[in-house]
């Protein structure tokens, strides 16, 4: 599914389902996942998810306030990684943020992918594997529009252009899911 502005594509089964099976397996034994800390209004939290950074060397990466450094690319990543180019043609990507939802008390809030490190527009390329989740869009000068995509297991989110100029997003609280999900959002850092 393509949404306004050719900005945001939605393309599903782009695993099949024993494939997701296997990824889901390979990302929890193969990734160390880190409950960051963040400070929010002079406080420090922990974040409601664990995530990881991988990358090609020196590939650095800096958002709220965390200075994420790459673990090498492991096995599972690069199949995925091989895949997800395979699905868009003409892209290439040099790091991933994991992040992993255990629940649906797990979340992230709002925010833009538009950090220096990843240029003007970026192409930035979202897999999901595991428990259905809602992910929602907010305009950030007239919040009043607003619409949520679900994103399925194996299926592939390409955010690009000037989305991020525009565009807030987040992955809201789901009290009612109780398995965990892994979303893989492949970017490219550009190198001061």
């Given at each position: 599914m393509i949404y306004?502005?050719?900005?945001l594509q939605l393309i599903?089964?782009?695993?099949n389902e024993k494939e997701n099976v296997i990824f889901l397996g390979a990302l929890h034994r193969e990734i160390a996942w880190r409950q960051e800390s963040i400070k929010m209004f002079g406080k420090t939290h922990p974040t409601p998810r664990l995530s990881a950074w991988h990358g090609d060397k020196g590939c650095?990466?800096?958002?709220?306030?965390?200075?994420c450094y790459?673990?090498?690319?492991?096995?599972?990543?690069?199949?995925?990684k091989v895949r997800i180019i395979e699905a868009m043609g003409n892209a290439n990507f040099n790091s991933v943020l994991l992040n992993l939802y255990r629940n649906g008390?797990?979340?992230m809030g709002w925010h833009s992918d538009d950090e220096k490190e990843l240029g003007r527009n970026p192409l930035i390329a979202s897999v999901s594997f595991g428990a259905t989740r809602r992910f929602d869009f907010k305009h950030k000068t007239m919040p009043e529009q607003k619409f949520s995509i679900e994103l399925?297991?194996?299926?592939?989110?390409v955010m690009q252009g000037d989305l991020q100029h525009h565009w807030l997003h987040q992955l809201p609280a789901q009290k009612k899911i109780t398995n965990p999900r892994?979303?893989?959002?492949?970017r490219n850092i550009i190198s001061p």
């Open positions: 306004p502005h050719n900005q599903e089964n782009v695993f650095q990466y800096t958002y709220s306030g965390l200075i790459p673990e090498p690319w492991t096995p599972a990543l690069l199949s995925i008390q797990d979340k399925p297991s194996g299926s592939l989110l892994i979303n893989l959002t492949f």
